[in-house]
């Protein structure tokens, strides 16, 4: 019986194990297979990716033809990038964003069907990113279809898309310090992008996103001690799973761009904090109360007592 339960529980290990190490099966795809193998970075090739990035920058659509020799540097630097990425190590592989035939194995055959990035009917094209996007990030493509950046983009360049803010093909989140200095790169006085004051209420509203992500904090400690106390603590709970379900969805929101909106729920999960935490304040200790700051009636009465027994005694 005992032999029996510890191979099963191998059998389920080694099952696991295998299951750990399927999805980086990517091997079999050829646009990673032989994209892994073209030339290394040279310094000639960087300069012109700096040329095409301050293009798109200042909003000129730079062709491939132009920089000929761009296209081959791009095609190997675009993979040590993607090979980084959430992208990568998930097995996103360019197939997904790019189309093409990753089971042929000649550049010819896997690219037939590969739309130029230029070409409107493009996947990768600036307007139609989000919708390739969205196959995969549904949430964040639907709140962004709600924001007016979206309504911009299908009449002008100048609005951003999903990779304006999420480079190819480090498709990083923006951290919060560069979020500021990056907004203010088209809403400035200079610009002209309004509203101006867009940094100013990024930055205000990150600020509260962390203050309430310390609230939430606190209040589940003063759970866990409430708790302890034999207090009952389930609607204190309650309140704070909300609050922090809010702040999980805070990621996807941002791509409302609504930023009165934004605020309204961050208001509510504090709302909710506040609610936490008038059930489970911790109450000033019982031995704090009942430390007198000046002598009690009680003392007073005492002492006058000792001092007439003394007078009483010393009399007799
Ligand atoms: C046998 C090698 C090979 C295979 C397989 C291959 N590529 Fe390429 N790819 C290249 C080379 C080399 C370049 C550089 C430009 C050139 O020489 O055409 C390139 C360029 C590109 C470009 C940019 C230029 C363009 O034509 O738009 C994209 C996008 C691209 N590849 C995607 C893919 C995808 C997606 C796959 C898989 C479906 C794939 N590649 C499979 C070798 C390959
Ligand atoms: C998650 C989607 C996504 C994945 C995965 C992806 N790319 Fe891209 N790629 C894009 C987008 C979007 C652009 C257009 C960027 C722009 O206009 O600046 C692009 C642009 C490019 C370009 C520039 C020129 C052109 O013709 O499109 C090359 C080369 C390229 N990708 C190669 C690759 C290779 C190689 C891989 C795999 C190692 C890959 N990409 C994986 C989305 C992706
Ligand atoms: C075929 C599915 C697929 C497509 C298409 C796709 N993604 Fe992703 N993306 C994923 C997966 C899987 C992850 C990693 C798991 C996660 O974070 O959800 C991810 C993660 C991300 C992340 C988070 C990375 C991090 O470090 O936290 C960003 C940002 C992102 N994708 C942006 C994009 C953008 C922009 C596009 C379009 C150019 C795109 N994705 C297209 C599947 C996809
Ligand atoms: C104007 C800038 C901007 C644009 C455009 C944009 N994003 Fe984001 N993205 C952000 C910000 C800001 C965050 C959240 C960063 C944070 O919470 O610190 C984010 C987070 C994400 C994440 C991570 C979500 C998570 O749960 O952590 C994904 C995935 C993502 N974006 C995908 C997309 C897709 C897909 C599009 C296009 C439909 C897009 N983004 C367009 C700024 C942008
Ligand atoms: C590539 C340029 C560009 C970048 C980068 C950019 N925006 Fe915008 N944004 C626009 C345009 C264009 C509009 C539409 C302005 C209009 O309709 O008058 C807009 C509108 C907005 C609005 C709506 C304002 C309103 O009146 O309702 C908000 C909010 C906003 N952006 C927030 C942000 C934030 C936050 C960032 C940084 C993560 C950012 N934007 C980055 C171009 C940009």
Known sequence: ?????SSSIIFFALIGFILF???QAVAENSCIDCHKTLSPFLEVQKQFNQIRMRHLEINVSCSLE???DRVRQLAT???QQWSESGHGINGITCDKCHGGNPNQTTKEKAHASIINNNDPSSPVYYTNVPKTCGACHPNE???FENSKHYKKLEALKLAPTCTTCHAPHGFAVLDPEEFRNFCGNCHSVYKKVAPYDIPLQAEYLLGKVNKLKFDI???RQDIFWAKKNGTDVTQAQEYTDNALNTVSNLAVLWHEFNLTHFEDELDS???DVQKA???VKPTPSPTKTQVPTTPGFVAIAGIISLLAALYVVRKK
Do not use: Q, R, V
């Open 277 to 279: 935490e008038d059930i």
């Open 66 to 68: 132009c920089h000929e």
């Open 141 to 143: 493509l639907t709140s």
């Open 77 to 79: 630097s675009n993979y």
């Open 269 to 271: 999960a504090n709302k």
């Open 21 to 23: 190490f399927i999805p």
């Open 217 to 219: 904090d606190n209040t």
């Open 1 to 5: 019986m005992k032999l029996k339960s």
